[in-house]
């Protein structure tokens, strides 16, 4: 149940992030081409979402197997053998979750400590009328007569991101040791060339036909 509404999450998350960027873009081009103007909050906004994309999607792409790997020798193992690279493989991709989960949580830490603001976002002084000033820089550093969206918030996906990744492991770890996955899915970029390659052919032989006709 966990992990269907967890997927939800981050298909919803994904689709609203890469959503959000595609109009960004399509206003900052319209704006820089047609009026001559632009707009500094959009370009900084846009790579922030970049940011949430690729970090909240790499544990999506654990899941659906999007990711690129070398498994020539693997496959070559028998069952067993399989099974125990595949484990090991998830012990050294948790030991290098583990090691940018403490990296982050040091950087958000000091984000967070010096309260730096980001630079072009900001929100509406409306939403803090009624806020203690001090409360509100002592819990969340933001400055009331200036309410820049403080960095560590931005960057938050570091740590979220990293979590995550770390739990899809951990699941495809008792996966494999439960039996019910032999091990990493990735994705066959040269099995997809080759689809392609197909299509093209097949493409090709139709209009050739139909000139002969």
Not at 115 to 123: L, R
Not at 192 to 204: I, K
Request: glycine share 6%; with cysteine.
């Amino acid at each position: 149940m966990f992990s269907r509404i967890f997927a939800y999450v981050e298909e919803g998350v994904l689709n609203l992030t890469i959503s959000l960027m595609t109009i960004l873009v399509f206003v900052e081009v319209v704006a820089r081409f047609f009026f001559n103007t632009g707009f500094l909050w959009i370009q900084e906004l846009t790579l922030t979402l970049a940011g949430w994309f690729v970090l909240f999607g790499m544990s999506y792409g654990v899941k659906v197997g999007a990711h690129i790997g070398v498994d020539a020798f693997v496959t070559k193992l028998p069952k067993q053998g399989r099974k125990y690279a595949a484990v090991l493989a998830c012990v050294i991709c948790l030991a290098y979750c583990g090691l940018f989960l403490k990296g982050s949580w040091d950087y958000l830490s000091e984000m967070y400590a010096v309260g730096i603001p980001m630079e072009d976002i900001h929100f509406p002084k409306a939403l803090f009328a009624n806020v203690d000033p001090d409360k509100l820089w002592d819990i969340w550093k933001i400055d009331i007569e200036d309410p820049a969206v403080p960095l560590w918030m931005s960057q938050s996906i570091l740590l979220i991101g990293f979590s995550m990744l770390t739990w899809r492991f951990i699941e495809l770890m008792i996966a494999i040791l439960t039996n019910r996955s032999v091990g990493f899915a990735f994705h066959d970029e040269a099995k997809e060339s080759m689809h392609l390659a197909d299509e093209a052919n097949d493409a090709d032989n139709n209009d050739q036909n139909k000139q002969d006709q």
